[in-house]
């Protein structure tokens, strides 16, 4: 399953509910570029929402300045991991993973993002 997003904003839906009934909308940062990808959220004191990373299977925090979340996602949009990093770490590679989600610490739990959810990405414009 291809995906092709250009890098700009959108909206990260999470489904919350039994059998897809409830749902969280969080503003989304894609950044699929490589330039985007390599800059992350890199100098930024906060993030609004989420940044998707594509395509990535791991990441650093390295001159970050906040600890963040970061959820792996394979092909499906279904999350395989979910980590808290502090700054000036390194990820481990995810075999399975093909996206990157990123957000500030603590932020993913709150939104229903857990190992097994099912994600959508949705491109505003």
Same mark, same amino acid.
């Given at each position: +399953? /291809? ?13 919350? /509910? ?9 503003? !989304?940062?894609?950044?699929? %570029? ?6 992350? !959220? ?9 940044? !998707?990373? %594509?395509?990535?299977? %791991? ?42 989600? #990123? %957000? #500030?610490? /603590?932020? +993913? ?10 994600? #959508? ?5």
């Amino acid at each position: +399953m /291809g995906r092709q997003w250009a890098d700009g904003p959108g909206k990260l839906i999470v489904r919350t /509910g039994g059998g897809g009934t409830g749902a969280v909308a969080v503003p !989304l940062e894609i950044a699929t %570029s490589y330039r985007a990808r390599t800059k992350g !959220l890199l100098g930024r004191d906060s993030v609004d929402g989420a940044m !998707l990373l %594509s395509p990535a299977n %791991s990441v650093h925090t390295f001159r970050m300045r906040m600890p963040i979340d970061v959820a792996y996602l394979d092909r499906d949009l279904t999350v395989v991991a979910v980590v808290t990093m502090k700054p000036w770490r390194l990820g481990l590679p995810r075999p399975r993973s093909r996206h990157v989600l #990123e %957000s #500030e610490a /603590g932020a +993913m739990a709150g939104w229903g993002v857990r190992v097994g959810a099912r994600v #959508e990405v949705g491109v505003d414009g």
